[in-house]
């Protein structure tokens, strides 16, 4: 059964005195003397939360890879793990889970004690869509997503993230927020500082 | 006075006018953002100038180096003419617009109107129909679905509200006796009481028919930029584009806003107790008062429109003919019934 739901009519006396007017202009007013809620983007920037999906960059070899899966697959592709290095195996699982494969473009090179290392990891962000299933895939903790959202450029090669870009993206990352607890959006407190200077209050979720 | 010193006085006039219209139409656009901004609780434009103070300039320099594009259907006569016909007929209206009270400069007596006509309040509503023709021809020339149905619905509200708002000042100017602006104003100083206390609702339905007669919110549905990409206008660009908005949204406001400060709120009159007299807590100023009073006037009564236009949403073009023909033309015509037995207890 379909519920009928009306706005309760104006009475006769608040129609003549347009009370439903006045009523939005006090709103509207009130908020119109109060303090600003914006960042003023290019000279502020809010910091995306640590989960947030950017340009993709490769982890490199720290000390903190995930431990057996690391080690299992590098004996199992045959690679030289080198420190401050990307962690790539080249076991080109991120291109199979892509739903546009094409944007990958992977190579290894053989080194002369008979391993391997990554040579080429291409990504071409123009066929992106940035759904995240190639950093799923990922068995090593190599490839993520960061949290550089300012992806525009002025032509369409800076938007072909090479092995360089990659692991730079990747140090930087690992400077920067490697070490901060994975937390959702609201309970960010980074985050929740910020909406503070503005002087607005996000309630905080129980997770538990 | 000899006739070079009138033309002189006249030509000082037209520039003084004419300055005042583009030059305050143009930075209206900048309170106008700040204001719907602030509402809105965001800033509004802040980087071009001190809080943004001379973005009317950057916007004026980006519109005007802009590509000239003429639609290839459109018809290249009327498509330039309706950006004339907007604009002349709402700058005339500031024609018959008495800005202050007499003054004597130089040893001359100056009014500060332009053409002091006896039938000063009708020029004003002719202007103010034949803007109806800049919209309707932009419609029509730009040979595009969307500005066609724009310019059919600001037609149809123009000429519903032409009526209305013609019959709601009738009120004042059968309480004044005359149809000229000066002598309307002059009357109400001679009579002590501004005609919005004799008239509340002729006074609603003027208002009323302001909004609608400019487009601004709630009868902004010629714009409807969600369903007609901002109606009319869509097919114009550069200067072209930016005139229509700056006549139909700040000069139309301010030319109909001095037009119902004359009639309404005294003109130049200070502070008034109705029968009783005027305080002036601007006596300082000498007969520059008055042009003061005229400018806060002007100013309270466009920050109300923006007020306005900033928190309501809009009617549809049903509703807005029912209110012109059902509510508001029966109002007026009440008005000036009752009207009929207050103007003779009058004196003046």
Not at chain 1, 30 to 49: D, M, R, V
Not at chain 2, 37 to 51: K, L, S, T
Request: aromatic share 12%; glycine share 6%; net charge neutral.
């Amino acid at each position: 059964m379909i519920k009928k739901v009306f706005e309760k009519p104006l009475n006769f006396l608040e129609t003549i005195l347009f009370l439903d007017f006045i009523k939005g202009m006090s709103i509207t007013i009130k908020q119109a003397f109060t303090k600003t809620i914006t960042t003023h983007y290019p000279y502020e920037k809010l910091t995306p939360p640590k989960r947030f999906r950017g340009f993709f960059g490769h982890k490199t070899v720290n000390g903190l890879e995930p431990q057996p899966a690391f080690d299992e697959w590098v004996e199992r592709m045959k690679i030289e793990p080198r420190p401050g290095q990307s962690r790539c195996v080249v076991c080109y699982l991120c291109k199979k889970a892509c739903p546009v494969p094409d944007l990958f473009e992977i190579d290894g090179k053989k080194l002369e004690n008979g391993k391997k290392v990554v040579s080429v990891f291409n990504m071409n962000l123009m066929l992106c869509t940035f759904c995240g299933l190639c950093v799923d895939a990922c068995p090593v903790d190599c490839l993520f997503q960061s949290d550089i959202h300012e992806t525009a450029s002025f032509s369409r090669k800076d938007a072909i993230l090479n092995l360089e870009k990659l692991e730079a993206i990747g140090k930087s990352w690992q400077d920067r927020r490697e070490h901060e607890p994975d937390r959702i959006w609201i309970d960010d407190d980074a985050r929740q500082a910020l909406w503070r200077e503005n002087k607005l209050n996000l309630k905080k979720v129980d997770n538990a | 006075m000899s006739i070079v010193a009138l033309g002189i006085i006249i030509a000082i006039k037209v520039v003084i006018i004419l300055a005042i219209i583009l030059g305050i139409g143009a930075y209206l656009t900048l309170v106008e953002r700040k204001v719907a901004a602030h509402i809105q609780r965001r800033p509004g434009p802040m980087v071009v100038g001190w809080h943004g103070l001379l973005q009317p300039l950057a916007d004026g320099i980006k519109l005007l180096t802009k590509e000239d594009i003429l639609p290839s259907s459109a018809n290249q006569v009327l498509y330039n003419l309706a950006i004339i016909m907007a604009l002349v007929p709402a700058s005339l209206v500031f024609a018959v617009v008495p800005f202050g009270p007499e003054i004597h400069v130089f040893g001359y007596d100056i009014k500060p109107i332009l053409t002091d006509v006896n039938i000063g309040i009708i020029m004003a509503f002719a202007f103010g129909s034949l803007a109806v023709y800049g919209v309707a021809l932009s419609g029509w020339a730009s040979n595009s679905k969307y500005a066609l149905i724009g310019a059919l619905r600001k037609a149809g509200i123009i000429i519903s509200y032409e009526v209305v708002i013609t019959f709601a000042a009738l009120g004042p100017i059968m309480l004044a006796k005359s149809l000229s602006t000066y002598d309307i104003v002059m009357a109400q100083i001679h009579q002590k009481v501004w005609y919005i206390f004799l008239q509340p609702i002729s006074f609603v339905v003027f208002v009323f028919a302001l909004l609608a007669e400019t487009g601004r919110v709630p009868f902004d549905i010629q714009e409807a930029e969600a369903e007609l990409v901002t109606g009319f206008t869509v097919e114009y660009g550069g200067m072209k584009f930016g005139l229509f908005p700056l006549v139909e949204w700040y000069v139309e406001v301010l030319s109909l806003s001095s037009i119902l400060t004359v009639l309404y709120l005294g003109g130049w009159s200070p502070i008034n107790i109705p029968f009783v007299g005027f305080i002036d807590p601007l006596f300082f100023l000498g007969p520059w008062s008055g042009f003061i009073w005229f400018i806060i006037k002007v100013t309270i009564l466009f920050l109300l429109v923006l007020w306005l236009h900033w928190t309501l949403p809009r009617y549809r073009i049903d509703q807005i003919t029912t209110i012109a023909w059902k509510v508001m033309l029966p109002l007026a015509l009440f008005n000036i019934l009752i009207t009929t037995f207050i103007a003779p207890l009058l004196r003046g």
